[in-house]
């Protein structure tokens, strides 16, 4: 009876993971707003902004299931690593950290946090971006 429950339990942990995501990544917003760009606004104005770059993270995350069954590749991504060809190692990890979803979705944080912050925004997506790489190379060493 609990071995059918496991695709649930699955897919409740995906969910509470990208629910606590979205908290995580809207209050790093609020903080470099805060903090960095010496700005005050609402942390439920960047929880919006999170909140619709979401919708951009599950259009790649369906991409993603599309090119995994079109290629019968479990590794598939809309990434740089598809044209790289079937290697493995720290390589392909950097090629697969450049998705394109995810390069999307920072970019309209980062154009969020610039209407938001009142700054440019060459200077809300260096916070942004920084935070981004930062962010991919400590999941390269970890991995």
């Not at 995580?24 to 902004?49: C, D, M, N, P, Q």
Request: charged letters at 10%.
């Amino acid at each position: 009876m609990l071995a059918g429950a496991w695709p649930l339990v699955s897919a409740l942990a995906v969910c509470l993971t990208a629910f606590a995501g979205t908290f995580w990544s809207a209050l790093v917003l609020w903080f470099i707003g805060r903090v960095f760009l010496k700005v005050r606004f609402s942390y439920v104005k960047t929880l919006e902004i999170v909140g619709l770059t979401g919708i951009i993270l599950v259009l790649g995350a369906f991409i993603t299931g599309l090119l995994i069954t079109a290629f019968g590749d479990p590794a598939a991504r809309p990434s740089l690593a598809m044209l790289a060809g079937k290697f493995s190692g720290p390589a392909r990890q950097v090629l697969d950290t450049l998705n394109i979803f995810h390069l999307w979705a920072t970019s309209v944080m980062a154009v969020g946090l610039s209407r938001l912050s009142g700054v440019s925004l060459k200077e809300a997506a260096f916070w942004v971006f920084g935070y981004w790489v930062f962010v991919r190379i400590a999941l390269i060493i970890l991995a």
